[in-house]
């Protein structure tokens, strides 16, 4: 990523004052929020086995691992001669040295169709075989060196379903406390945001993660001027909302990144974003302490949604990184470059931890900089006491820009210099890079 942008390197301490603390003119911190450690990146995918049926040839393991990701996620509920789809899936996450989460109940559970309809069935939480039920799933994959964890929770707003949630996590926990549980929804979705991630991340949920999902490349969406600027905010204060949710928590959380075009009874809903879209997504989700980026998503085909009495309401054809024919669509190649940088990234930023953020459209006065001149979101990583590295992001997908960040020169002493220091960025379109003393 480095030598493809062509940036310099350069070192400087900056911090974001979150909506729970205050930063005073004068510069001074008077709240700091706890480092939230990254780790090792999760790079991963939606669907990899299709999406109306089970696909999944040599073709698809191929450019699967062509594609850069360590992790995939989600099937359909299918079994052949090989086996189910997850355990087919599994078998291949094996060989790559992937990441899967399981998505199923263990066989012979069919009830409750998938792990996420534990988190809305509050008479399930309860359930005399709920207990054994997580045992026997315990049981079928801890062998499975691909295995990462249960994804228990989809789209599941409702707060009246959080107590079950909460309790189905702390089962999990109890009898396999070595993997997360892990949940996917946007968050301002949530009737009760705080009441929610305390259900699902405090007590039993400590390494708990949530994905957050958030589309805004509508299909009417411009690729430049102030209304695609405020689709941006929108998204960038979604991610704030999560980075402020795991304040004081131990969770972590992966970033959903939309691929995807999808037409809804024939309107054109969403836009597939373009490279330089898909790759701002990325750093903006990174420049507020992702440990991991899932794209939404890799298979293409169509979803039919019914009513109570199975009747079709609404159709959806979706587009993702390989068409219906499992081709590639100008995404695949996209998405191989991002991963590619994400790769040689991670083995920087995986030993960080992420100390706050700053907007160039919202500037904060602060301690360590004067200014920002240019259309940015910076993060701010280190190690548990100092920040030590920036992730400044460009904000225009359109257009290469300079960011000029006006520098406050901090002696040994501890004391602000009356001169800042400039210090000139040049970003691709939509680029990102991570910038270490």
């Known amino acids: 990523m480095h030598k493809t942008n062509g940036l310099a390197r350069f ?9 729970c603390g205050a930063l ?18 999760t790079i991963g995918t939606w669907l990899p086995t299709g999406m109306d049926e089970f696909r999944f040839t040599d073709t698809d393991r191929q450019l ?41 109940e263990p066989p012979g559970w069919t009830a409750y169709d998938k792990l996420h309809n534990w988190a809305t069935k509050a008479e399930f939480a309860n359930h005399d075989s709920l207990r054994q039920l997580v045992q026997d799933l315990y049981s079928r994959w801890r062998n499975e060196s691909a295995f990462s964890g249960y994804l228990v929770g989809h789209e599941d707003y409702n707060k009246n379903n959080y107590a079950s949630l909460s309790a189905v996590v702390k089962v999990i926990s109890e009898i396999d406390p070595t993997y997360p ?22 007590g039993a949920g400590e390494n708990n993660i949530f994905q957050h999902e958030h589309y805004i490349f509508r299909g009417d969406l411009p690729s430049k001027g102030p209304r695609f600027q405020r689709r941006i905010d929108d998204l960038v204060l979604g ?11 131990s969770g972590r959380w992966h970033a959903i990144v939309q691929v995807q075009s999808e037409e809804r009874n024939g309107y054109f809903y969403y836009r597939k974003p373009s490279e330089s879209e898909i790759r701002m997504q990325v750093g903006l989700a990174l420049s507020r302490g992702a440990s991991g980026v ?11 949604l019914t009513d109570s009495k199975g009747e079709i309401k609404e159709t959806r054809v979706y587009e993702g990184i390989v068409d219906e024919l499992r081709m590639p669509t100008f995404s695949y190649s996209a998405v191989k470059q991002i991963n590619s940088e994400l790769t040689d990234l991670d083995l920087e930023l995986r030993d960080l931890h992420f100390h706050g953020a700053l907007s160039s459209r919202k ?75």
Request: charged share 20%; glycine share 8%.
């Open 239 to 249: 991610y704030d909302r999560v980075i402020r949710g795991l304040e004081g928590r």
């Open 181 to 202: 549980s892990i949940t996917v929804g946007r968050l301002q979705d949530y009737q009760d945001i705080d009441f929610f991630l305390a259900k699902f991340f405090d």
């Open 294 to 304: 899932i794209y939404f998503l890799y298979s293409s085909g169509v979803e039919k």
């Open 24 to 41: 005073n003119p004068t510069g001074s911190l008077e709240y700091q929020p706890r480092p939230l450690p990254l780790g090792p990146l």
């Open 64 to 104: 699967l691992y062509e594609l850069g990701i360590n992790s995939v996620q989600w099937v359909q509920r299918y079994a052949d001669k090989n086996g189910t789809a997850e355990e087919q899936l599994m078998a291949f996450a094996n060989s790559q040295g992937w990441d899967m989460p399981v998505y199923f």
């Open 363 to 437: 500037f904060l006065a602060n301690r360590y900089v004067a200014s920002i001149t240019g259309v940015a979101e910076v993060g701010l990583f280190g190690d548990e006491k100092e920040v030590s590295h920036l992730l400044v992001v460009n904000r225009w997908s359109h257009k290469l820009q300079k960011i000029l960040l006006q520098l406050r020169i901090i002696d040994d002493t501890g004391k602000v210099l009356a001169k800042p220091r400039a210090v000139e960025v040049s970003l691709a379109p939509g680029g990102f890079t991570l910038m270490p003393f």
């Open 11 to 19: 070192f400087c301490l900056i911090f974001f004052c979150f909506s």
